[in-house]
């Protein structure tokens, strides 16, 4: 089976495609001068274009992981989320607080979709 990655960069990958699957690498916001819900939002539209390159789109989406900061965010990061999320098709997911890389990032989110 081939093994397609998206959008590489010096120590990761955007995605990985394998076996039918869309593994997104963890995404963060790219003005981090945005609060939680901006920040959720900004990553929201990435992982869009990222399923889109990928041929897939949110309503094939497995499950997904999102790793907050501060849980104090969790209403702001929801709110972009509710917003966004195909009811019909929603994902497991998962949330968590944890030190991120860059401190002035608020959310990071990674996931699986299946391919169409």
Known sequence: MTITRLEPEERLTGAV????L???A???AED???DAEGQMADILRQVDALL?????????????????????DMAA???AWDAWLDRN??????????????PAWRVELTGIAALH
Do not use: W
Not at 17 to 20: A, K, S
Not at 89 to 102: F, I, S
């Open 32 to 34: 981090a001068s945005l």
């Open 17 to 20: 495609i394998y076996n039918g």
């Open 77 to 79: 990061m929801n709110r």
């Open 89 to 102: 098709n929603k994902p497991a997911r998962a949330t968590v607080e944890a030190k991120l890389a860059n």
């Open 52 to 72: 889109a390159k990928a041929g897939t789109d949110k309503s094939r989406l497995l499950s997904v992981q999102i790793f907050l900061a501060d849980m104090s």
């Open 26 to 28: 963890g995404q963060v």
């Open 22 to 24: 869309v593994h997104l």
